[in-house]
């Protein structure tokens, strides 16, 4: 099993989406054409079947829909930080764009409860990848 | 047309073990001659394969071993638990429209070893669509399974008590049945709600059995299966199904995430079936995961949606039930083959040669994996 946290491959249609995440931005791809917003990113809109796109940022405000506390066995990177609390939240611009990434605890899992009201942050795993997380507001 | 020109004729299996010294293709080899031998039927009569993509051993393997004629159809489904009754629909549809006389489907596999866990080959750089699941920690399909059933339960005011009804109906048909890992195993509540959780909400006892064994069917047209020594299930529906937006395993991006493909299978099947929901007498509904009954049995439309866990609760499962439920203990408690045990004791209730009996059951649906694209099948006596 890998030791390191298993990272995000790069492709040319979510290139654009890291590198602001690198930055501290959550942007979303949306159809060049039609403007459709879709998560995750892709090459073709599924609306209008446009392969251009662009992209937006939004606050990263969400609601958290739900979350999961994962226990060992799991991978070495992630047995050693359970427990952890993963949560899919739902972006407060968007109805039905969700999004996975950790939520943080602040050592207090229990005050974790579907429907608190998050913002984002993002953790440095490397100079290409940053991974959006959500703290309570 | 498919309905009711096929029928499943012979079941075979290995011994189902956590440990068996033996390889994948020397087990699938075992378990079909078990088959074709419960059928009456010579392997040279075989014209038709079968499996998985996730399958390991060859078409032309098992044919060379087993010792079949020549060969005019094979195919493979795809997504591990969505397969079984997609691998069994589509060699129906060959011998339907008459490219095959006798196939065989089977599933050999040697899990329970830890290191066969398929989460724990992930790389260090991951190009799929778990690039946007699996760094976040979200790793394993149980971790992926309890992401709804927390959200289910949230919405629909369910306890975790509620949820051990699943894992708690479904043992105490493996205690019944000689075949099952989990015979001599006894389940109540209060082993449930102290067990150790592996993704919480979800528990030990909501994770499927992993284990070593295999086992095949046989399926012919229903001229053959009419001379055949045992009482033919025949294949009377089929549909696969897939839905807007599917995500494998992780089908969070939709509509509504607790929509999962099973609505589309289900009602593709229905509407090609004579019956309805109400008139099916037993149910092998895939169960990877204790959720996926519940919301299986929504989805096949046997209940409302957020009605599932408080039915089952009061006792809509179980042997005097309205709809038993995985009667040899399913994928939780008899063994784990991606869900073709639920296969073989489906034909066994049309038989009625099940452990746990339905009285004169007709009617039998096989589902496959919730969380995948998926199939069923709708199996019926004469
Ligand atoms: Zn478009």
Redesign the pocket.
Known sequence: MIETIPIPGIEDFDKVYWENCSKNKLTIQH??????ARFPPRHM??????ISHDWKEVSGDAVLWSFVIPRPPLLPVFDKQSPYVVGLVELVEYENIRIIGQIQTNSNIDSIKIGDTLTIDFKKINNEISLPYWVKK | MLKDKTAIVGIGQTEFSKSIDSTELNLACKAIKNALGDAGISPDQVDALGSFTYEETPEFEIARNLGFGNLTYWSQAPYGGGASCAAIGQVAMAIASGIANVGVVWRSRKRGDPSSRMWSHTDEKIFDHWKWSRPSGLVRPVDESSMLIRRYMHQYDYSRESLGAVAISLRKYANANHEALMQHKFLNLEDYMEARMISDPLCLFDNCLESDGAIAIVITNLDIAKKLQNKPAIIHAYSQGMNKEHQLMTHYHGGDPLESSSYVTASNLWNLSDYSPKEIDVAQIYDAFSPMIPFSLEAYNFCSKGEALKLINDGLINIDGELPVNTSGGSLSEVYLHGMNLVTEAVRQIRGSATSQVNNAKLALITTCDATPNAAILLKGE
């Open positions: 159809c060049g054409d039609c403007n459709e809109c599924p609306i209008c079947q446009s």
